[in-house]
């Protein structure tokens, strides 16, 4: 009689939870079918959950196409990959709009920002050639080093010789240039920080200057010095002639590797290798009229203020070839 009484109060407190909405049961949201589902309860604060709009229909953040291509096939459910109920949504035709998240804005605007560079410079040549400051036609010796500007206007020599340089190393930025030995002018132009090897940006930096001259000679100091690169520069680029001294790395026993190394060590054309003190003559012009130390703060803007000091660079001296040939 104990039993039953207490079977029959605990089956009464259910109830009066059920129809209060006082407790918690799996029931409540489990359930789908019967009288306790949500469909055939109204009271409750189950019916908060229930959803006022159609089961079928979905916020979404954009209309678009549906189609199978759009869906990866790992997506699907296994007995639903390759089915033809996912092939017949082809047949629907609805707005082409899709989400932003998806379809980001990267077309031909944003190429054109980082084609302008080369475009301005392709157009400064072109005034260059009308002015005769370089030759229409044949090829070109060309040079190519790197140097570094400051980040901040005091520079590590003042803070030496003042006693004031700190053990914290700072940064610095650092230009690759390729210039034309005839008319001083920057082909090319290679934003990075230093310090860091040369070697690497050698072929950037002649890809540049290829679209604008036609090399025939490339002269460059021991840091380009790979067989990687005279290779690169002769089968890719097709020049002719690339002069690059041996670095032997501190090499004391065994043998140069590659052809064109050991061809430079046995015999180097000093003679066309002295024309390129050129690029450095092209450096200490750059920092004398346009300073060695950028204003900007950032890597983005201190790139961005190398490549206008490179055009103005070339735009001075083919304005001055301008108006000396105006004059006389």
């Known amino acids: 009689m104990t039993i039953s009484n207490s079977r029959t109060t605990k089956n009464n407190l259910y109830s009066k939870g059920f129809q209060n909405g006082k407790t918690a049961s799996y029931d409540q949201i489990a359930n789908n079918i019967g009288k306790n589902s949500p469909e055939n309860r109204s009271g409750g604060f189950v019916a908060i959950l229930q959803s006022a709009k159609s089961a079928r229909f979905h916020t979404s953040p954009g209309i678009y196409d549906i189609d199978t291509s759009s869906v990866f096939q790992d997506r699907l459910s296994r007995h639903n990959q390759n089915s033809t109920r ?3 949504y082809q047949r629907c035709s609805r707005s082409d709009q899709a989400a932003s998240l998806y379809h980001s804005a990267k077309g031909s605007a944003e190429d054109a920002k980082k084609n302008i560079f080369q475009d301005l410079l392709a157009t400064i040549f072109d005034y260059a050639r009308d002015c005769r400051l370089i030759k229409t036609s044949g090829s070109h010796i060309c040079s190519i ?3 570094g500007l400051e980040n901040h206007y005091i520079s590590r020599h003042f803070l030496q010789r003042k006693g004031r340089r700190t053990a ?11 210039c034309e030995n005839q008319s001083y002018l920057i082909v090319s132009a290679i934003v990075s920080a230093g310090p860091s090897t040369d070697c690497h940006y050698l072929k950037p930096a002649v890809q540049q200057a290829a679209k604008h001259v036609s090399i025939d000679t490339l002269l460059a100091d021991s ?12 089968e890719e680029f097709g020049i002719r002639s690339t002069v690059i001294p041996v670095n032997d790395r501190n090499l004391r026993y065994g043998r140069t590797g590659g ?3 050991r061809r430079m060590k046995q015999r180097f054309p000093a003679a066309s290798y002295r024309k390129r003190w050129h690029i450095e003559s092209v ?3 750059f920092k004398r009229r346009l300073g060695n130390a950028l204003a900007a703060r950032t890597n983005e803007s201190r790139t961005c203020e190398c490549l206008l000091r490179v055009l103005t660079y070339n735009l001075m001296i083919v304005l001055f070839s301008f108006k000396k040939s105006v004059i006389y």
């Open 283 to 285: 450096f200490s012009r």
């Open 168 to 178: 914290k190393y700072r940064k610095w930025t650092k230009l690759t240039a390729v």
């Open 145 to 147: 080093d790197s140097t």
């Open 86 to 88: 996912a092939s017949k």
């Open 259 to 261: 052809q064109h190394r």
């Open 223 to 234: 840091g380009y010095d790979a067989e990687y690169n005279h290779q690169l520069c002769r």
